[in-house]
């Protein structure tokens, strides 16, 4: 199969590379620049269609066999049932005596969040109510799939009428869509698939997985369709690992599985193994770019323990459209949330609390970290993910503000944001069976528990120790020896 890649150039010229002297004509450079680009897209198109007209016959192709293979499981596993309290003295491995607040109730938060919706109209468009952000996605009706088998013929013949249909507007709605709302991967795939359950009805399973799949791929990114228990599936490769998902493994490149029916791992999964040629890209679960959002979309909320400990009565906020996304957001490996953005409107009334309280007590550095280490202690509800969701499910930095409720995970994801980012300290993360805590480099005179890491000493900091000072270990954890990962 042709695996050429296309590299379309559509960008606006820059005017001073193009107008050959102040003298030309204005008109005749716009009609310069219209018919250059006018060309440009014509080419586009033509290599558009001798690409998908080549995997159209490719998918016609026999497939191949794949063995499915279970979800992968968290490597860390079920955190404790209940929080652990520090037991020593209050000033032991170096407190430096800073005030311990009181444990406050967290009042009860409704976990109620209305689905991502979309709706055919009757004027060729589906209107998308992506978590409360709305748009308008063309539908033209020659992008109708009728009924497909699934197998190599079906696919074949749903990829010549898609690719013969008047796709582009579709196409170029969705990235304009990622555009305007920064849209990471995984939110652009999801509101691809809620256009094609609002185009086809329940049944029609196979039109929607195919049409998922070409939308993807003239997006650039790999996606095949796989056949298994007679109906199409969807197979997406990730940058990341993803855990409680079941996947099947081509050479070095691992596709999970998107399924509308519950498969049957004694069943044999067939599919292709060479992707649509201009497809490049593997989807990408962190979030590089926040989901921007009006001034309208974000909730204040105030957390009791948070500003009793902070001495002040503030309210936080939250972006609602994202903490609604990422409530089924698929699991990843942990870097996957310390990677990711935090929302610029949070980050900003996090920060600027904490930082007035650390310049109004006057705290060098290492006081700084044991204050944030209390306030990230004390300041939620401790609860367990199947508590919560009755799954596991590690919490984005917004999510723990928006329930008021986490765990260790959780914990030391926001801990290291504010270290890092605010006090401009190297963490590192802990990592034990059942447990995370924390390491920041600390000066050699401050006292307590440590790991050397690549020539930097890290000093324990757990965030899920209740009470504990800088440097005291879990006694359950005092001889394990931990894996350390830089966040």
């Known amino acids: 199969m042709l695996k050429k890649k296309y ?33 440009e897209i014509n ?11 080549e995997f159209s016959d490719y998918l016609r192709q026999a497939w191949q066999e794949f063995l499915v293979k279970a979800g992968r499981v968290d490597p860390i596993g079920p955190v404790p049932d209940e929080p652990v309290y520090y037991e020593g003295a209050p000033d032991e491995h170096a407190s430096h005596g800073l005030p311990s607040a009181g444990r406050l109730v967290v009042p009860a938060v409704s976990r109620t969040m209305p689905a991502v919706s979309a709706g055919l109209l009757e004027d060729g468009a589906v209107a998308i109510d992506f978590y409360g952000l709305r748009g308008y996605i063309p539908f033209d009706e020659s992008m109708r799939l009728p009924r497909i088998m699934a197998s190599e013929r079906g696919a074949s013949e749903g990829w ?18 990622r555009e305007r709302y920064s849209l990471s991967d995984w939110a652009l795939y999801t509101a691809i698939k809620e256009f094609t359950d609002a185009v086809y009805i329940q049944e029609y399973v196979n039109e929607k997985v195919l049409t998922q799949m070409f939308i993807l791929s003239q997006m650039k990114y790999k996606a095949r369709v796989g056949s298994a228990g007679g109906e199409l599936i969807l197979l997406l490769p990730f940058s990341e690992q993803i855990y409680q998902m079941p996947y099947i493994s081509d050479a070095d490149e691992d596709f999970y599985i998107f399924s509308y029916s519950r498969l049957n791992s004694q069943e044999p999964l067939y599919t292709f193994a060479e992707d649509f040629s201009i497809a490049d890209q593997v989807m990408n679960l962190v979030i590089d770019r926040q989901m921007e959002v009006g001034e309208e979309n974000y909730q204040p909320k105030t957390l009791t323990d948070w500003n009793a400990i902070l001495e002040e009565s503030a309210a936080l906020p939250l972006n609602i459209p994202y903490v609604r996304f990422t409530l089924n957001y698929p699991q990843s490996d942990l870097l996957t949330y310390h990677k990711s953005a935090v929302d610029e409107a949070l980050q900003k009334a996090v920060f600027t609390q904490i930082r007035y309280r650390i310049l109004k007590d006057g705290m060098d550095k290492v006081q700084a970290v044991a204050f944030v280490l209390g306030l990230i202690q004390k300041g939620f509800e401790y609860k367990t993910d199947y508590e919560m ?62 790991y050397q890491y690549e020539g930097v000493r890290y000093v324990m900091c757990d965030p899920t120790y209740i009470g504990a000072p800088i440097g005291a270990t879990m006694p359950k954890y005092r001889d394990v020896e931990p894996q350390i990962v830089r966040l």
């Open 160 to 177: 010549n009428v898609l690719s013969g249909s008047d796709y582009m507007p579709t196409v170029e709605a969705f990235a304009a869509m």
């Open 7 to 39: 590299i379309v150039a559509l960008a606006i010229l820059s005017a001073c590379a193009v107008i050959q002297s102040p003298a030309q004509n204005k008109r005749d450079y716009y009609k310069e620049f219209y018919e250059q680009r006018t060309s």
């Open 389 to 450: 969701f009755g799954r596991s499910k590690p919490l984005f930095v917004e999510e723990s503000f928006y329930y008021g409720s986490n765990n260790c995970k959780d914990r030391v994801l926001i801990f290291s944001w504010i270290v890092k980012d605010l006090l401009g300290l190297d963490a590192v993360m802990f990592s034990y069976p059942g447990h995370v805590s924390c390491g920041v480099a600390l000066p050699d005179d401050v006292a307590g528990d440590s």
């Open 43 to 53: 080419k586009f198109k033509d290599e558009m269609a001798r690409a998908n007209a």
